[in-house]
């Protein structure tokens, strides 16, 4: 008896032991557990600070913002053979834009004799307290009647001041003061990844704020040399159009513009709007209050930025380091450009003083100048760096009016396996096959190698080579003697034209 008294002492005593040790465990782990629950959160500092889960609060920054955010609704009255026209098509009313990204009141068929009204929405916002405020040109374009409600429920007739349809930005004016306004921030200092915030009216649902990031900058979404983009994963929607884009501070860093919906193949895609910044804004800001509208500095140039095959040719045949510059492809006859002495295969360095670093800087920097505005830009040729003194013209009426722009001859084939390119010359059939104008000469390419770096860098069958290495190329007798001298991995420059103009591809010989 007594040594089983003993065992059940000792077992007892075990026993304890073990709930003690696991109870002891048990608290070392839930501590830190009950620690990061209950660790109290970080003050937010006026939306820039982030919060516990990382992200900033809005709230404060559309409590800011709001007041100053418009309504828009702009009365566009047709002509009666617009009417007419429209009645012919059965009455389907008036075709939307395609940049066109402002929500539309459709209307019923319109009765003969009667000019057709259409109503059109989008957003603006206010940049002084005399009652100036900011919008997309496609907004107001052609409006007759242009009214704006402000977040107070008050209601304004608008006056257009001036317009800028290249870069769509409308200035317009409410007779009214002591307005709310928002401050204009610095879009050249944002950064991919950076918070912003769209407000706006997007199908009528006034004063919506969406959220998102800058995704990226200097997007070009048109034919237009000055696109300049910021693009942004924050809803951006029909009705959203001239409204403010701000970041963390409510500054306004851009003006929501254009959304895609689908690629060119019809694929639908998410989260990719488009906002003018407001630095290309501010630039303009005070000619569209004295004049209407915006005058901009022209060069009657083609460029291309310099990639690094042709910074490569030029360190192989100059030994020089380009850093940047914009490659001139062609020059417009009878253009400032052309009147100062600057010649294709020029790369423009400066303009006056400052550094080119791509061909959009230099649309850029020259736009920002007005007509008539002499510059000096320095030039690289040939392996030497020369001023030119430039006169500007105006670009609006350079763009409208200039245009970048024998006997037979036995025909003769030419083939370049370092090149991988096959050329022929240029005759009457060859001109009518590829459809080559008379003006342009060099040799026609008729076959390229699809391993060629010439493939790679775009070359194709029915372009013209006029030039290989600086020199100048008029028959395939040309091409071949300036090609064989070439090895292989030597950098080479060919200039390339087709009815279209022309342009520099630099590659490396296989």
Avoid: C
Avoid at 33 to 42: D, F, H, K, N, Y
Avoid at 222 to 238: G, P, Y
Avoid at 261 to 267: K, N
Avoid at 314 to 338: F, I, M, N, R
């Amino acid at each position: 008896m007594k040594a089983a008294r003993t065992m059940m002492v000792v077992g007892l005593g075990t026993l304890l032991i073990l709930v003690g040790f696991g109870l002891a465990q048990l608290h070392n782990v839930s501590a830190p557990v009950a620690r990061a629950v209950t660790m109290p959160a970080s003050a937010s500092s006026g939306g820039d600070a982030p919060a516990p889960a990382g992200a900033p609060s809005f709230a404060d920054i559309a409590e800011k913002v709001n007041p100053a955010v418009v309504s828009i609704t702009a009365i566009t009255v047709g002509s009666k053979a617009q009417a007419d026209d429209e009645q012919g098509q059965g009455g389907q009313g008036m075709p939307m834009d395609p940049f066109e990204f402002f929500f539309g009141q459709p209307h019923p068929p319109i009765p003969r004799n009667q000019r057709p009204v259409q109503e059109a929405g989008g957003s603006g916002f206010i940049i002084s307290s005399d009652g100036y405020i900011l919008t997309n040109n496609h907004v107001v374009d052609d409006a007759s009647r242009v009214t704006v409600k402000l977040d107070d429920g008050r209601e304004f007739t608008a006056k257009i001041i001036g317009t800028d349809k290249e870069t769509d930005v409308a200035l317009i004016k409410v007779d009214a003061t002591g307005l709310p306004f928002l401050q204009l921030g610095d879009s050249h200092t944002l950064r991919q990844g950076d918070w912003v915030m769209a407000v706006g009216n997007p199908l009528n649902y006034s004063h919506t704020v969406t959220v998102g990031v800058i995704s990226a900058k200097g997007r070009r979404i048109s034919s237009s040399s000055l696109d300049d983009f910021l693009q942004t994963d924050a809803a951006i929607n029909f009705g959203n159009s001239g409204g403010p884009l701000v970041n963390t501070r409510g500054e306004v860093i851009g003006i929501n513009t254009a959304i895609t919906r689908s690629d060119f193949q019809g694929r639908m895609v998410e989260g990719i709007g488009f906002a003018i910044p407001i630095d290309l804004v501010k630039g303009e800001l005070e000619q569209l209050k004295t004049t209407g509208k915006v005058t901009r500095g022209w060069l009657g140039v083609a460029v291309a930025s310099v990639d690094p095959d042709a910074r490569s040719y030029y360190k192989d045949k100059y030994g020089v380091e380009l850093k940047g510059g914009a490659l001139v492809q062609s020059v417009t006859d009878g253009s400032p450009s052309s009147k100062a002495g600057i010649q294709k295969g020029d790369i423009i360095l400066k303009v006056d003083g400052t550094d080119i670093k791509d061909s959009q800087e230099l649309v850029h920097q020259v736009s920002g100048f007005a007509p008539g505005k002499a510059l000096t830009l320095q030039i690289f040729r040939k392996g030497e760096k020369k001023d030119f003194r430039v006169v500007l013209g105006d670009r609006k009426k350079g763009l409208e009016e200039g245009q970048e722009s024998g006997g037979p001859e036995q025909q003769k084939q030419g083939k370049e396996t370092k090149l991988g390119i096959q050329v022929q010359n240029l005759d009457p059939q060859t001109r009518m096959m590829y459809r080559i104008p008379k003006e342009i000469t060099g040799v026609v390419v008729v076959n390229v190698d699809p391993k060629s770096n010439a493939f790679l860098k775009g070359i194709r069958e029915g372009l013209v080579i006029s030039e290989v290495n600086g020199q100048t190329i008029k028959n395939v007798d040309d091409y071949v003697k300036a090609a064989s001298p070439i090895k292989h991995g030597d950098p080479v420059s060919i200039y390339v034209q087709d009815s279209q103009g022309g342009t520099y591809v630099y590659f490396k010989a296989d």
